[in-house]
Structure formats: structure tokens, C-alpha cells
């Protein structure tokens, strides 16, 4: 069997069978609650793996272990952010929005606030939000295929991106959540195995010293005091603030992993989740370090950044089999590209369910129809979501090929820490918080985003990808230095000039449910 055919052969037989599994899990599904939340089945243990799935993106295993690979300190800071930020969910957030909420973050503040205007707002910035992350996946994906297939241009990354655009429609369709599930359980513990596997290779490489592999990866370099230090990367110390902050705060405020903790019964069980989660990203970004540095000594920067910084892990997986000819290079670069592949698939998924699910259960039905529509009809409207969601995602991804996955992530995670957080909590902590502060605040965060990233370095500018010969206006590649405490202060400021509302006496009865999970006689749920 050649190479090719043996990537092919291993691509089919996970598309097979997950959308096997998909179609049977579909089978299951019979209302909203099903849908939306796989009717509130999954266990602890098991949604804490789920989430994990969610979490742990392509983006991480591909985009950054190339950065670690070139640039090495700096490239770790995405992996503290990514696992201190875990806390900051089970802290503040996730006993209390499964306490509160029914499917989506809006359930929550429209608990208390006037829902129409809430659930209006909070739509836009799921589906902005959850758009930016189907991109970095889905470029990911068409970069795995094209390396794996031979397929070299920006027509071929298309039909590749294309192809998973197809996919992740067929899951969310056809699965709904309990199928999403499954698939994310599956998908993580596919991940673990293979980075288990090429990290102990690494080190069996280095005679398991960790001081041996760290001294080769930064000699490989070419400049190891600025490899083992911060400054690579990061020129800017205000731009590593900046993502620091984005990463450590946005997770708390990620749709779709937010919307992970309504598939559980109670509090004891999200809390479980958040645990689980927090063992499983540890262990697996410590193996992505190993990894990162691997590809620094074993494969080398130059030929790294001649395929594509994003495709560190497999270039370092074909090394470790063979070599570029051999059979058991080809074969474990296709075992990891598979797994690559499946995790991107996984997460797209998830990211597509969530955003359907926030335009048919919060803007149609909570603002078109004013709470009155049917279940039947708000699945079908989710599932039609997904169709033209995909369409999206697919023709931004095109368009952004070559942008590191590391970095697109870092700017989906400073609009979540923009936009979402603040009004949660607010919403969650506040009493006198009202409806104006909650809209001001995530429009001015989720505006705020996206605009200076659209003027940033990045973007613009001798290094952007656009206008070369323009100044950029904004000087960080990640805006959450200002967007954050700007949404924080505009929705505190909105709500101090504006009248308190009818509904503030709620906020004793959130509290109430928030910390407890007791559901008084006259309420009900939500």
C-alpha cells in the first residue's frame, strides 16, 4: 500500500466511524433537551472527557507545537494560559450556569434581565465568536490534508477545508449533541494515546532527559539565551500581557465549552466535569511541550518553517517513524494526521452545534418568536443554521490558509473574554447589574475585538496580511489588554447611568439557584 493510500485509508475509516456513530446517536435524539444538551444524560467523568475534547483543539496540538518548535519560551506561554484558565472556569462559572441556565449562556442572564434584548445580543457574539474558532480549525485541517494527499496551492487547501465543511455539517445534523459527545469522548482519548506515544519516543531519543532534549532544541535555534527566554515571539511585552489575559479569561467565556456543562443533572456533576477536565489538558500540554521541543532538535526550524509552522507534529511524527521515505514514517505521520484530523473534526462540531443551537434557541425563538415556538421547528432551524455556518466558515478559511493556528486562537479567546464575561459575571455577582450594562457590554467587547485586531499588526502592516504598506494602527496582535477592561467598565458604567429594573428582585432567587441548585415552586425552570 502506498503512503497516500494508506492516509487515505486511515482518514476514511474515522470519518466512517464517526459518522456511524453520529447517525445512531441521532437516533436518540427526540426533543430540544436532546439536541441541545444530549437530555442531560452524560455523566461527570464523562463530560469532563467531552470538554477536554472541546477544548483541546487542532489549533493546540498543531499551531501550537509549532510555535514551541520555533520559538520556544514564548511558544509555552500559550500552554499556561490555556490550563490556568480552567480554574478560573470552575471558580466562577460552572456549578453556577448549570444551576441557572437550560442550554445557552443567555438562558442565564435572561433569567434576570429582559430576555429578548440579552438573547439578541448574546446570539451575534456566539455565532461571531464560535465563526472564528471554525476557522483556525478548519484551516488546520485543509493544511493536514494537503500535507498527507500531496495537494499544494490555495485550490487544493480549498477543496480540503471544503471536504471538513461537509463533515462537521454531517455531525451536527444528523448527531446533535449526544452524537458530538460521543464523538469528543472518543476524539480525546485518541489524542492522549497518540501524544503519549510520540512524547515517549521523543524522549527515548534524549535517553528520557528532559535537560538533554531541552539543551538540543535550543541549539537547534540558532540562538539558545533567546530560545530559552522571552522575546522570541512576544517583541512586545505588552502584546504577551495582552494574550495572557485573553487566554486565562476567555475560556470562561467559550460558548461551546460553556454550553458542555448543561449536558450534565446537577452541580456535583459540572464541578466533576471541571476537575476531569483540568487532568486531562495538564497532562496532554505537558506531552505538547515535549513535542514542541522534539520537533526544535529532531526536525529543525528551517525545515519546519518551510512546510508550514502548523505542521510541526507531523513532520516530527515522520521523523520518529523513519524518515521521509520510509514505510514507518508515512505510517505514523498518518496515524497522527488522522488523530489531527479527528480532533479538528471533533472540535468543529462542537463550535458549529453551539452557535445553531444560540441562533435557534435564543434569537429565534427567544427574539422572532418571542419564546412561542415549537421544539420541532427550533431543532430545524439549528440544523438549517449549521448548513450556512459551514458555508462560512469554509470561504474565511480559504482566505486564511497561511495564518498561524495559535494565533487565530488567541484572538477567538480575547472576543470570548470581551464579549461574554464580563455580562456573566456581572449578571452572576451583581445585583443592581441590568439589561443596558449587559447589551453595552457585549457589543463594546465583541466591537471593541474584532476592530483592533483588523488594525493590528497582523493584519496590517509590512508582516500583515493585508496593505503592507500601512501603518498598523493598533500596536498588539492581540487586542485583550483593552477590549476587556473596556467591556468590564462599559457595562458597569451603562448600568450606573440607567434606572434599576423591574426584575432586580430576581437576583436573590439566581443567587439562590446559582449556589444551591434549589428551584422554588413558583419559578421553575427557566
Known amino acids: 500500500m502506498s503512503h497516500r493510500a494508506l492516509s487515505i485509508a486511515l482518514f476514511a475509516a474515522f470519518v466512517v466511524a464517526t459518522v456511524a456513530i453520529s447517525y445512531v446517536a441521532g437516533r436518540r435524539t427526540r426533543s430540544a433537551s436532546d439536541f441541545y444538551a444530549a437530555g442531560r444524560r452524560i455523566r461527570g467523568w464523562q463530560n469532563g472527557i467531552a470538554v477536554a475534547g472541546d477544548y483541546l483543539s487542532g489549533a493546540t496540538l498543531l499551531g501550537v507545537t509549532g510555535l514551541i518548535a520555533l520559538y520556544g519560551f514564548d511558544g509555552a506561554v500559550y500552554l499556561v494560559g490555556f490550563l490556568v484558565a480552567f480554574l478560573v472556569v470552575l471558580v466562577l462559572i460552572a456549578e453556577l450556569l448549570r444551576n441557572t441556565g437550560t442550554y445557552t449562556m443567555a438562558d442565564t442572564l435572561a433569567f434576570r434581565l429582559r430576555p429578548r434584548p440579552v438573547r439578541a445580543v448574546s446570539a451575534v457574539s456566539t455565532m461571531v465568536i464560535n465563526l472564528f474558532y471554525l476557522t483556525s480549525q478548519m484551516v488546520g485541517a485543509g493544511g493536514l490534508i ?78 539558545a539565551d533567546r530560545y530559552l527566554s522571552s522575546g522570541s515571539y512576544f517583541t512586545n511585552k505588552l502584546d504577551l500581557v495582552s494574550l495572557s489575559l485573553a487566554l486565562v479569561l476567555g475560556t470562561a467565556g467559550l460558548p461551546h465549552v460553556l454550553m458542555r456543562f448543561f449536558t450534565v443533572r446537577d452541580a456535583r456533576s459540572a464541578r466533576a466535569s471541571s476537575n476531569w477536565t483540568i487532568g486531562i489538558v495538564g497532562v496532554f500540554y505537558l506531552g505538547l511541550i515535549v513535542l514542541g521541543l522534539g520537533a526544535a532538535a529532531l526536525v529543525g526550524p528551517a525545515a519546519i518553517k518551510k512546510a508550514d509552522s502548523n505542521m510541526a507534529t507531523p513532520l516530527l511524527a515522520r521523523f520518529l517513524g523513519g524518515g521521509q521515505h520510509s514505510m514507518g514514517g508515512a505510517l505514523l505521520m498518518a496515524v497522527i494526521a488522522a488523530v489531527a484530523f479527528a480532533t479538528i473534526l471533533a472540535v468543529v462540531a462542537g463550535l458549529t452545534l453551539t452557535a445553531s443551537a444560540s441562533f435557534a434557541h435564543d434569537f429565534y425563538a427567544g427574539v422572532l418568536r418571542h419564546g412561542a415556538s415549537d421544539e420541532r421547528r427550533e431543532v430545524a432551524v439549528a440544523r438549517r443554521t449549521a448548513i450556512v455556518l459551514g458555508v462560512v466558515a469554509v470561504a474565511l478559511a480559504i482566505g486564511l490558509q497561511k495564518v498561524n493556528l495559535a494565533f487565530l486562537v488567541g484572538v477567538v479567546f480575547a472576543l470570548a473574554a470581551s464579549a461574554n464575561l464580563p455580562v456573566l459575571v456581572l449578571s452572576l455577582y451583581w445585583r443592581r447589574f441590568n439589561t443596558a450594562g449587559a447589551v453595552t457590554g457585549t457589543l463594546v467587547g465583541l466591537v471593541s475585538s474584532v476592530v483592533l485586531v483588523a488594525v493590528s499588526p497582523t493584519v496590517l502592516g509590512p508582516s500583515g496580511l493585508f496593505l503592507h504598506h500601512v501603518t498598523p494602527y493598533f500596536p498588539l496582535s492581540n487586542p485583550g489588554i483593552v477590549s476587556i477592561p473596556l467591556a468590564f467598565l462599559s457595562a458597569i458604567v451603562a448600568t450606573l447611568l440607567t434606572g434599576r429594573e423591574e426584575q432586580s428582585p430576581d437576583f436573590d432567587e439566581l443567587r439562590l439557584r446559582a449556589l444551591t441548585g434549589y428551584e422554588t415552586a413558583e419559578r421553575g425552570r427557566p
Open 146 to 223: 494537503g500535507l498527507l494527499l500531496g495537494l499544494h496551492g490555495t485550490v487544493a487547501g480549498g477543496i480540503a477545508i471544503g471536504s471538513v465543511g461537509v463533515l462537521m455539517i454531517l455531525y451536527v445534523t444528523v448527531g446533535g449533541m449526544i452524537g458530538t459527545t460521543w464523538v469528543q469522548i472518543i476524539k480525546a482519548v485518541l489524542l492522549l494515546v497518540a501524544t503519549a506515544l510520540l512524547t515517549l519516543l521523543v524522549l527515548a531519543r534524549f535517553d528520557f532527559s528532559v535537560g538533554r532534549l531541552l539543551e538540543s532544541a535550543a541549539q537547534a535555534s540558532g540562538d
